[in-house]
């Protein structure tokens, strides 16, 4: 008789390895949430303009854009893009962020 332990190992192993595996296309990055005051948003479109347009950048995650509270919250992973680019994106469509250029 084949003892139980021999059976259960490699089932064991494929699960180990599998549960590896599995891990491989979950690559996750950290990310960071700002709200960034913008100036010049004037109804819900504005909010529209500026979330696709931040949205299309690489490495923005999420994007809400507030004409009441003049906020764009943004998630990104500072891996690929930072304050200043969501900032340049912001105003090449017509709005201002208060203190960058
Ligand atoms: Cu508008």
Redesign the pocket.
């Given at each position: 008789m084949i003892p139980l332990r021999v059976v259960i190992a490699p089932a064991v192993l494929v699960a180990a390895a599998l549960a590896a595996c599995s891990k491989v296309p979950v690559v996750t990055y950290a990310t960071r949430t700002v709200e960034i005051p913008v100036e010049g948003?004037?109804?819900?479109?504005?909010?529209g303009?500026i979330g696709s347009t931040v949205l299309a950048l690489k490495g923005v995650d999420a994007c809400q854009a507030s004409?009441e509270k003049k906020l764009v919250k943004v998630t990104y992973e500072p891996a690929f893009t930072d304050e200043a680019h969501i900032a340049e994106a912001i105003r090449s469509v017509g709005y201002e962020v208060p203190g960058t250029k």
């Open positions: 948003m004037t109804c819900t479109g504005c909010e303009t004409f």
